[in-house]
């Protein structure tokens, strides 16, 4: 069964920047898109980022030339570098494998919660 292990979030000012990282167990990375998700209190999760498994990248407009999603096959590890954060990008982050855009695993991470005030 994978597990996702998500860890980096923290509490910034706006204007700086955080690094997520999500480890993946098992050996379904490579197969995969994979995505970072966000949920803000009380909202359903939003699909922010995605990487796919040749390697392109899709961002929602909203963190579009703010965040970058990256990944390492041999680390089973998926990153994303939020720069220039904003008040609104408060929320828990989490990863998932994607499969046609949908979330593959069904049993989340506990996210790691990103908290943007000065």
Known sequence: QVQL????GGLVQPGGSLRLSCAASG???SFYDWG???QFSGK????VAIIESGGG?????SVKGRFTISKDNAKNRVYL???????EDT??????ALRSGAPVLRSWGQGTQ?????
Do not use: H, P
């Open 91 to 96: 929320a828990v982050y989490y990863c998932n």
């Open 36 to 38: 970072w998700y966000r």
């Open 27 to 29: 050996s379904i990375f």
């Open 5 to 8: 292990v998500e860890s980096g």
């Open 44 to 47: 359903q999760r939003e699909l």
């Open 57 to 61: 990248t899709k961002y929602v407009d």
């Open 114 to 118: 990103v908290t943007v005030s000065s």
């Open 81 to 87: 570098q939020m720069s220039s954060l904003k008040f």
